[in-house]
């Protein structure tokens, strides 16, 4: 298994440009979620999405759309970007089981905005 | 006040010492609580889950107090493979998001 996957590992973007990150997970699990991480704020929910089929905001989503494709994909969408989300972007699914919760992380896509 | 606060140290200390990070929660009605690592420029990665009996993995052990909201991680015998940063984590919100709190570095010398 491949985990949960990110595209691409870097990005520089001018002001404005629009692009798509992507996220794939081989894991079969129902929730995705969509975080960016900067220096001293630690790890901040932009969007999840629960199931196949739905999503909803998480604390941060302003300029962020997301598309929930299939139960394996969750992209991410900056339609117009500005230099306050140049950020570490991180992916995750979760598992649930009897034993647990269990968040796992792909390796994120390091975007800087100019 | 943030919902998850924690030291960001860092916490430097030689090997083979023992240390322990402290975590507080603002949300009461948080359901389950866990210790992320993270190494530099990677993803967070599950240490442990802390269960409200306290648990221990290894060199590692956990305790949860409801009463007064906070979490803490004990390591000992630290080793240099050790140094990364630790992020503590709430589960709210219903069971579908996770709160991070800003982590505490620890960095292990010879």
């Known amino acids: 298994n491949a985990g949960v996957t990110q595209t691409p590992k870097f990005q520089v973007l001018k002001t404005g440009q629009s692009m798509t990150l992507q996220c794939a997970q081989d894991?079969?699990?129902?929730?995705m979620y969509w975080y960016r991480q900067d220096p001293g704020m630690g790890l901040r929910l932009i969007y999840y999405?629960?199931?196949?089929?739905?999503?909803d905001k998480g604390e941060v989503p302003n300029g962020y759309n997301v598309s929930r494709l299939n139960k394996r994909e969750f992209s991410l969408r900056l339609e117009s970007a500005a230099p306050s989300q140049t950020s570490v972007y991180f992916c995750?699914?979760?598992?649930?089981?009897?034993?647990?919760?269990?968040?796992?992380f792909g390796p994120g896509t390091r975007l800087t905005v100019l | 006040r943030k919902e998850v606060e924690q030291d960001p140290g860092p916490f430097n200390v030689p090997e083979g010492a023992t240390v322990a990070f402290n975590c507080t929660y603002s949300?009461?009605?948080?359901?389950?609580f866990f210790w992320y690592r993270q190494d530099c420029r990677k993803e967070p990665k599950l240490l442990m889950s802390?269960?409200?009996s306290g648990n221990e993995d290894g060199r590692f052990t956990a305790q949860l107090n409801r009463a007064s909201q906070y979490i803490s991680l004990l390591i000992r015998d630290s080793k240099l493979s050790d140094s990364a940063t630790y992020l503590c984590?709430?589960?709210?919100?219903?069971?579908?998001?996770?709160?991070f709190g800003t982590g505490t570095q620890l960095k292990v010398e010879l």
């Open positions: 995750a699914s979760t598992e649930t089981s009897g034993s647990g919760y269990t968040q796992y």
């Open positions: 894991m079969n699990h129902n929730s």
């Open positions: 999405s629960a199931s196949e089929g739905t999503t």
């Open positions: 949300n009461s009605a948080s359901q389950s």
């Open positions: 802390v269960y409200s």
């Open positions: 984590v709430v589960l709210t919100g219903g069971g579908n998001k996770l709160t």
